[in-house]
């Protein structure tokens, strides 16, 4: 859906640049207005000759052509997480497809280690609990999409900041080897230019902050056209939340406890003070 916006909103860049209205351009491809709207708006997946066609129309050659094809070739396939089928898959889906594209990533996490940072053997010992992944091949398709959502921070471009309430560090939310493993490789995730993660201690002074009645994700896209989405998981549904108010509120939020947090290095040794006290546990 983001990349469909994205192409959207750079056609109808293009058409309001050429002082064309929407009937107008239509009229050029043999189209519907009511269907070229819908393409512009992000609602419809791009054909991609009806797109050259009105790149025809347009009169746009050279570079911004080509990547305007390109963009379109991508709106246009269906993404890994389409294949995931059942119920508990349509929340997965879900958050992979609001996940794709999104060039600013924040998240506050108050019980468990996120998605996005969770090693494999994590990820099992976590879904293996769902009795939606009772099925081993289930359970494996599951951890499957989650370590592919983890490709995305691949890219240098993907800003991702983590507030992590320091429970996180002492909750046993699986056996200790594998949270000894979990914290280190927090640890080494760190360094990367474009994660950050900030430990939120229990010393913390946050009586004046504005309460985090609980965890979230914020989204930012590079187009200014998509608009900045709120993400808010509970036990049985998902909330996405694109409400201006509703944002500048999480906004606030994240960026009080964010003040609250330890620096960098802090941050990265208690983490690592947290893999050394499991695996002491462990042995």
């Not at 347009?58 to 990547?67: A, F, N, S």
């Not at 992944?133 to 471009?157: M, S, V, W």
């Not at 429970?167 to 080897?177: D, E, K, Y």
């Not at 009586?207 to 509970?234: K, N």
Request: proline fraction near 4%; glycine fraction near 6%.
């Amino acid at each position: 859906m983001v990349r469909r916006s994205r192409l959207g909103a750079e056609l109808r860049k293009l058409r309001r640049d050429k002082q064309l209205t929407i009937a107008n351009v239509a009229a050029l491809v043999g189209w519907q207005a009511s269907e070229l709207s819908r393409l512009e708006n992000g609602k419809l997946r791009p054909d991609l000759s009806v797109v050259m066609d009105i790149l025809d129309a347009l009169e746009v050659i050279g570079g911004q052509r080509e990547i305007l094809i390109s963009m379109a070739r991508d709106a246009n396939q269906r993404g890994w997480w389409k294949a995931m089928v059942g119920p508990m898959f349509e929340r997965y889906r879900q958050i992979a497809e609001i996940e794709a594209g999104a060039t600013d990533i924040r998240q506050i996490t108050l019980l468990f280690v996120p998605g996005l940072l969770q090693t494999e053997e994590y990820t099992r010992a976590r879904l293996s609990h769902y009795p939606s992944f009772a099925d081993p091949a289930a359970l494996q398709t599951a951890i499957h999409g989650r370590l592919t959502r983890q490709k995305l921070l691949d890219n240098e471009e993907t800003k991702y900041s983590v507030i992590m309430d320091e429970g996180v560090l002492h909750r046993r939310t699986c056996a200790p080897p594998i949270l000894t493993d979990q914290f280190r490789h927090l640890v080494k995730i760190a360094t990367r230019p474009n994660i950050s993660i900030r430990v939120l201690p229990f010393g913390a002074d946050i009586y004046e902050r504005t309460p985090a009645a609980s965890a979230f994700t914020l989204f930012r896209y590079a187009s200014p056209d998509d608009p900045q989405v709120g993400f808010v998981e509970t036990n049985t549904v998902d909330l996405v939340l694109s409400d201006a108010e509703d944002l500048a509120r999480m906004e606030g939020i994240f960026q009080e406890f964010w003040a609250a947090t330890l620096n960098a290095e802090d941050s990265s040794r208690m983490l690592e003070e947290a893999a050394e006290r499991f695996q002491r546990e462990g042995s």
